[in-house]
Structures are given as structure tokens and as C-alpha cells.
T-cell receptor, first 110, second 116 residues
Framework: GDSVTQMEGPVTLSEEAFLTINCTYTATGYPSLFWYVQYPGEGLQLLLKATKADDKGSNKGFEATYRKETTSFHLEKGSVQVSDSAVYFCALYNNNDMRFGAGTRLTVKP | EAQVTQNPRYLITVTGKKLTVTCSQNMNHEYMSWYRQDPGLGLRQIYYSMNVEVTDKGDVPEGYKVSRKEKRNFPLILESPSPNQTSLYFC???????????????FGPGTRLTVT
């Protein structure tokens, strides 16, 4: 079945550092890909999405590009802030089914 | 405000004592689902509902029941809770599964359940 694999955390960065969280997927056909963010004590919120190959999703300075050739959807941000500290989930939607990665905890220190 | 609400937010109970976690959405969404979140496992789907009176099992349905009598509500029922159901539970909804380009799930704030 379909699955999502994302890099294990936790990830700890200093403020203004560059962020990459790797995500790869296994799926038949053409899934839609998502990044969700979970702030402490809250539910998941959609951060960005891409619905077809080569699409780039972006929001709040975060970006991810749907790479079908490498089955990847890596999350990047050029300069992280303390307020970006959260758990990030990569997910895919395919054939009426939603699959989530295990989540990557990011801590940004001042 | 468009939202998904869950109650209670925190619950400590004992083995075997039936409980219900409520979920309600005010966005007229057709699709609703329940997930549990456990460390290192991400989110796993328990049950989902495509519309009123239509429910189906997800990946980990054992020990849970659901019902969808109204479009806005999707309660999760644990008839006889056990310690391995200690987890963080999320309800989610989306407009429909049909339009994949617009598909987005909205999540509730979560219910932390402890079964002793």
C-alpha cells in the first residue's frame, strides 16, 4: 500500500538557520502531497500542498516541490524562527486514502 | 469561525468503563475521520465516514465504534477501553474526497486519553 517516510527527528536549529526535512513516498498513480504542522497542544494544520508533479507548494516561507522522479516532497525554509518550533508531518492523498509520515519535531533556539 | 471541535480535551479513565469522545464540524463537510497519534507512528486512521450513515474501518479499528447520524457529528465510542488505547486522538473533516485538487483535511484540537 501507499506510504510516507520522513526523516527522523528531533531536529534542533538556531534561529535563521536553513531547514530541510526530507520526505519520500511510495504510491501508485498520482497522489497529492501535503505538509501539515502541529504546534504544541494543537491539532494539525495544513502548511502547504502540491497536487501534481513539479508543483511547488509554499506558505509562511516554507516550500516543497513535488518530485515524481525521486518520489520526494522535501520541506525547506531559508531562515527559521523560534515560532517555527513544531512537529511537521508529510502526508499523501491517493485513491480516497490519506497516509501520514511519523512526524519530525523541530526545535528552533534563539 | 470554521472549525472542528472535540470533547473532552483530556480524559483519564479506567479499563472497561465505556466512554465517548464527541466531534463536531460546522463546515458542512461530507467526510469525517478519526485518527490516533502515537510516538514514532504518526497518525493512524481508526474509522472514517464518507457521509451520513456511511462509515468504514481505517487501519486500526479494533476496540472502537463510530456513528454518523448527522452530517456535523461523528462520535468515537470505546465500549471497553484498555490501556493500549491510551493515545492522542484527532477528529478531522474535509469537504469531499472527490475533488483531489481541493482536498484538505481540517483537524480538531485533539483528545488526550489515558486508560489505567
Amino acid at each position: 500500500g501507499d506510504s510516507v517516510t520522513q526523516m527522523e527527528g528531533p531536529v534542533t536549529l538556531s534561529e535563521e538557520a536553513f531547514l530541510t526535512i526530507n520526505c519520500t513516498y511510495t504510491a501508485t498513480g498520482y497522489p497529492s502531497l501535503f505538509w501539515y504542522v502541529q504546534y504544541p497542544g494543537e491539532g494539525l494544520q495544513l502548511l502547504l500542498k502540491a497536487t501534481k508533479a513539479d508543483d511547488k507548494g509554499s506558505n509562511k516561507g516554507f516550500e516543497a516541490t513535488y518530485r515524481k522522479e525521486t518520489t520526494s516532497f522535501h520541506l525547506e525554509k531559508g531562515s527559521v524562527q523560534v515560532s517555527d518550533s513544531a512537529v511537521y508531518f508529510c502526508a499523501l492523498y491517493n485513491n480516497n486514502d490519506m497516509r501520514f509520515g511519523a512526524g519530525t519535531r523541530l526545535t528552533v533556539k534563539p | 469561525e470554521a472549525q472542528v471541535t472535540q470533547n473532552p480535551r483530556y480524559l483519564i479513565t479506567v479499563t472497561g468503563k465505556k466512554l465517548t469522545v464527541t466531534c463536531s464540524q460546522n463546515m458542512n463537510h461530507e467526510y469525517m475521520s478519526w485518527y490516533r497519534q502515537d510516538p514514532g507512528l504518526g497518525l493512524r486512521q481508526i474509522y472514517y465516514s464518507m457521509n451520513v450513515e456511511v462509515t468504514d474501518k481505517g487501519d486500526v479499528p479494533e476496540g472502537y465504534k463510530v456513528s454518523r447520524k448527522e452530517k456535523r457529528n461523528f462520535p468515537l465510542i470505546l465500549e471497553s477501553p484498555s490501556p493500549n488505547q491510551t493515545s492522542l486522538y484527532f477528529c478531522a473533516s474535509s469537504l469531499s474526497l472527490r475533488d483531489r485538487a481541493r482536498y484538505e483535511q481540517y483537524f480538531g484540537p485533539g483528545t488526550r486519553l489515558t486508560v489505567t
